[in-house]
């Protein structure tokens, strides 16, 4: 039993907690970055210069801008008193001399009001050299354009399994990105203050980092720059890496002209300007036995990072390191690459490459069962990891057992083989719309895969009249992170949730953060919270125990009052022990650290256990397809998700919900589009407002929605036995997409292996169906003829269509 995970009887978490903020957020009085900025006095805005070519080296003329009424400044490379890059991997010059992609800002114009300053802006002469640009990832394929490293992960001999089984498939596919579109876009706000120092707003998950940018921009130490984030209002990864760059913009701004300096992109420049969930190019082979158990699998996973890295690495680790999703694969060799483009610098998005790898095998398994003829959940669970089972980067797959179990339940409570039943008697009733249901898994490993980031640190005060304050690391983003660390507290401390309040997370109060990302917030800062807080209740139980006249072991903090074993007996109220430990010089704050325990990586070999643990997850979906338009209607959606012993139920089912819908508007429905002509506007996003770029609405929501948490789950080693919830769900949409497969394929002949683009929009299930009646109509012209259709291997390593098998 693990004492990081043991939880009292009375525990605060556990409980159904509202959102600490949804006060605040659903009257409107929330406030977020911009707004701090709104209030102050004398700000300046910020407005970029943007490129309007793909790929050019630029000279700039900024003397008309100054000829615009309200303009201040206008910041250049000349105006760097540190170093001119906002990226940690310097390649991402802040004032660049080549523009690496259309809307790259060249320039930024400070302007008395943000009309003066796009006006300035739109003053400003720019001279273009053109230069060759690369727009897709198969053009940066057949320039041989990478950047970074190239990963392969590998376990046993793919060549030899291959030869060995009695099928084998082969395909490609091309998956499309995902814009983060969230409602607060990016910002920053800059102050220097009467000490010199400067105190920077941002909507960030890395405040640590945003910070550390600042600085070498600036030319002066960290300690002269503390970053603040009230709240976002979203980030979804996108806010993990990209808001350095402007808040060192603002805090330049603010250097140079001595004045407050704010930085909002409005919509159009935040979707063109800001980079997106990775798009990928997956190749892939896979053998079965003929059973239809994995045999091997050879993939390989070339990202488009676009034009800079960012985090392009790691998302193309994680990706490779979830290739197998929840399924044991004997033989596997999983290579990636990352292609760059002329294309803003793609980044972390919820699942941070975890989708993307995942995609491979559910792609596979889709496109193989019906031409192994067997059904796609019983191909999915006859291929399940068994416990003693280790991945292809040899971790261990812990709990393994738990999938089985959540897949077994969920398949019955939601009655799956009565409606498979109910969906085919519908399909062969109605020629022109059909129906799929699908079931699909998701095993997804926990932690920063850079094992330096999975640590945290948390201040906790408790002042002399019993209230307490807490600030941890971690970031508001509306994901509930603040409403759990406030659990935490009071569970730990024995005290109401109300008695419990928290400050924004600041670089000065706690430093050297982790990003809020890798689902690993709540573990991190939840066990520095609870080490701090035990700090404190310890010493206030010997305080207590003078008091009540016990033994201090047998003090007991609960619901707000001290006791002794005997909970009938003599109580004293928290305030009144805090009270007595302040006249006794009992020290009553503490810093609370945690770190992450057993992960190791031999990033020479990418073998070891990077995971702290595995979340699992079970999904079923059914979709209605129609035949004429390819829209379809997502009717029902039932899920069963383990998140451990729950820290707060109410906010893990809110982000089991949106995590789905999430993933499928990646899925089916977000689709960016650019301009890969030869034209003068060649790169530029064509989808750049919500009038073009579709997002999942109340509209898309299933006709019904169930959701249940997986009990008796409690995870040893985490903060009161819970695991993370914010990535995992975004994968379980795959149920989604595996569900319009089995419609479409309802369309064609039996045992027709459906090709389906990413995303699933009507234009591609359309094409689909299309294809599945085609294949029908050959089928019913073959046996008029009496002929045999022969289905024929592809040669290795070459996609096929239609997927071969081998027999």
């Known amino acids: 039993m693990s004492g990081l995970a043991d939880r009292p009887p009375d525990a605060v978490v556990g409980r159904p907690a509202v959102h600490e903020s949804a006060a605040l957020h659903v009257t409107g009085a929330a406030m977020y970055t911009d707004d701090l900025a709104a209030r102050a006095h004398g700000v300046l805005t910020a407005w970029p210069v943007s490129s309007t ?86 053009e940066a394929i057949d320039a041989g354009s990478f950047q970074g490293v190239s990963p392969t992960i590998e376990r046993g001999d793919v060549e030899a399994a291959l030869a060995g089984s009695a099928h084998v498939f082969a395909g490609e596919i091309e998956i499309g990105g995902q814009e983060h579109f969230s409602l607060e876009t990016h910002a920053a706000f800059a102050v220097r203050e009467p000490d010199g120092r400067y105190l920077i707003e941002c909507s960030t998950q890395h405040p640590s980092e945003t910070q550390e940018i600042v600085a070498h921009v600036l030319g002066i130490p960290s300690s002269e720059v503390a970053v603040e984030c009230l709240r976002m209002g979203g980030g979804f990864g996108g806010k993990e890496m990209q808001p350095h760059g402007f808040a060192a913009i603002a805090a330049l701004g603010a250097k140079l002209t001595g004045r407050p300096v704010r930085l909002r992109l409005n919509r159009t420049q935040d979707i ?26 050879d993939a390989t996973l070339t990202s488009d990072g676009g034009w800079s890295l960012d985090l392009s690495e790691p998302v193309l680790g994680r990706a490779l ?9 004997p033989d ?136 307490v304050l807490i600030t941890h690391g971690g970031t508001e983003m509306g994901q509930g992170l603040h409403t759990k660390m406030m659990q935490v507290a009071a569970t730990a401390l024995g005290v109401p949730l109300e008695a419990v309040r928290l400050a924004p997370t600041r670089t000065d109060k706690v430093p050297n953060t982790s990003a809020t990302a890798a689902s ?102 059914e979709v209605e397809v129609d035949g004429f338009t390819g829209s379809h209607r997502l009717r029902r959606v039932d899920i069963v998700h383990d998140v451990g012993d729950s820290l707060s139920p109410l906010l893990d089912i809110g982000q089991i919900e949106g995590g789905y819908v999430q993933g499928v508007g990646w899925l089916t429905m977000e689709e960016l589009r650019w301009d890969d002509g030869d034209g003068p506007t060649r790169g530029r996003l064509q989808t750049p407002s919500a009038s073009t770029y579709k997002l999942p609405s109340f509209s898309e929501l299933p006709d019904g929605f169930h959701v249940h948490l997986f009990e008796d789950a ?83 390593g070459q996609p096929a269509s239609p997927l071969p098998v081998a027999e």
């Open 332 to 467: 596997v060799r999983a290579h990636g690459r990352v292609a760059k483009t002329n294309k803003p610098s793609n980044t972390a998005f919820r699942g941070f490459g975890g989708p993307q790898g995942v995609f491979v095998i559910e792609e596979v398994l889709g496109r193989a069962a019906p031409v192994l003829g067997i059904p796609p959940h019983e191909l999915r669970a006859r291929n399940f990891y068994r416990p003693g089972d280790t991945t292809h980067y040899g971790q261990p797959v812990k709990d393994a057992e738990r999938l089985p179990a959540i897949w077994g339940r969920l398949r019955a409570e939601c009655a799956f083989d009565e409606r498979l039943a109910e969906v085919a008697r519908f399909n062969a009733a109605h020629a022109d719309r059909k129906r799929g249901l699908a079931m699909t898994p998701v095993k997804f490993g926990i932690s920063f895969t850079f094992t330096s980031f999975n640590q945290a640190g948390a201040l906790v005060i408790v002042y002399k009249d019993g209230s």
């Open 520 to 621: 690993s917030s709540a573990d991190l800062n939840g066990g520095a919270v609870k080490a701090a807080c035990e700090e404190i209740r310890g010493r206030l139980a010997a305080v207590a125990g003078r008091l009540l006249g016990v033994d201090e072991r047998d003090v007991r903090f609960s619901g707000g009052f001290a006791t002794g074993l005997d909970a009938a007996g003599p109580r004293l109220a928290f305030a009144e022990v805090v009270g007595a430990a302040y006249l006794q010089r009992v020290q009553l704050f503490a810093a609370g650290y945690y770190r992450t325990e057993g992960l190791h990586w031999d990033a020479a070999r990418n073998q070891g256990s990077p995971f702290k643990y595995f979340a699992y997850g079970c999904a079923v979906a």
């Open 321 to 329: 390191a979830h290739v197998d999703n929840a399924y044991r694969i």
């Open 714 to 796: 409690r995870e040893d080693g985490a903060v009161y036995g819970s695991k993370a919830v914010g990535e995992p769900p975004l994968l379980l949409a795959f149920s989604a997409r595996e569900a319009i497969r089995q419609a479409v394929g309802a369309f064609g002949p039996d045992g027709h292996s459906v090709e389906l683009g990413s995303p699933a929009t009507p234009e591609a299930v359309f094409w689909a169906i299309e294809a599945a009646r085609a294949a029908g109509a050959g089928e019913a012209d073959a046996a008029d003829r009496g002929a045999v259709a022969t289905a024929v291997p592809a040669p290795a």
């Open 272 to 297: 063109t300007m800001t980079g997106k969930r990775h798009p990928f190019l997956l190749e892939w082979r896979a053998g079965f036995d003929a059973e239809g158990l994995l045999q091997a699998l």
């Open 53 to 138: 070519s793909a790929h050019a080296l630029v000279t700039l003329d900024v003397e008309p801008a100054y000829g615009v009424r309200g303009v201040l400044r206008v910041l250049t490379a000349d105006d760097v008193p540190g170093i001119n890059d906002a990226g940690v991997k310097h390649d991402e010059p802040l004032f660049p001399s080549e523009a690496m992609f259309h809307g790259h800002a060249l320039a930024w114009v400070l302007g008395e009001t943000p009309d003066a300053a796009r006006r300035g802006a739109a003053a400003v002469r720019v001279a273009y050299e053109q230069l060759p640009s690369i727009v897709t990832v198969r």
